[in-house]
């Protein structure tokens, strides 16, 4: 059974860079037509897409946050990884790891989550 | 930008049926599949619907779902409703290669 789990700093002040890191058991990252994605969902408010990942590098990230995003996988390590930089505290969520599936290249869905992780931007 | 637009809350009762829509406000809903997920309160995300109207592995068959081209919409519909399906459910497409969530929407089972 594939396995997602995020790790890093709860607590990330302004202006600085959050840093994320998501590791994958029971599957691999390198597996051909799934990509690794990031979605966040600020306290009481709905999901919003960040940015997803290919095993070889290749990324998408979402038009409103992509010029503070670096999303990237290290294949060998099973985990892929997000960086937000200069933060605010909009950026305060929780953020979701999760597996997007493209379903033979005909879709694009999240069938596997993390169980997310808190993160709280503040001085 | 693509946006999806879903019902803030809805409520009905046990036994009953209840139908969830998710507006599509440019381009055709019918060129890019749409998805369902619902959200236990404290919980991550779970699919019951890909590719309009695939139910996943162990949803049961009471969860189904559609698109409607005329309203540029899709719908998800819940029927012998449960109390466990109180839940939020968010729609979800994409645009190209910018995947997209609806806003989601708080269903009540009362």
Redesign the interface.
Known sequence: QLQLQESGPGLVKPSETLSLTCTVSGGSVSSLSYFW?W?RQPPGK????IG?VYSSGAT?Y???LKSRVTISVDTSKKEFSLKLSSVTAADTAVY?CAR??T?GW??????Y????TLVTVSS | NVMLTQPHSVSESPGKTVTISCTRSSGNIANSFVQWYQQRPGSSPTPVIFENNQRPSGVPDRFSGSIDRSSNSASLTISELRTEDEADYYCQSYDGSDRVFGGGTKLTVL
């Open positions: 994605g979605i709905g999901l919003e897409w997803s998408y979402s038009p409103s979701y997007d599936n379903n005909s879709t694009f869905y999240f069938d989550w993390g169980q997310g």
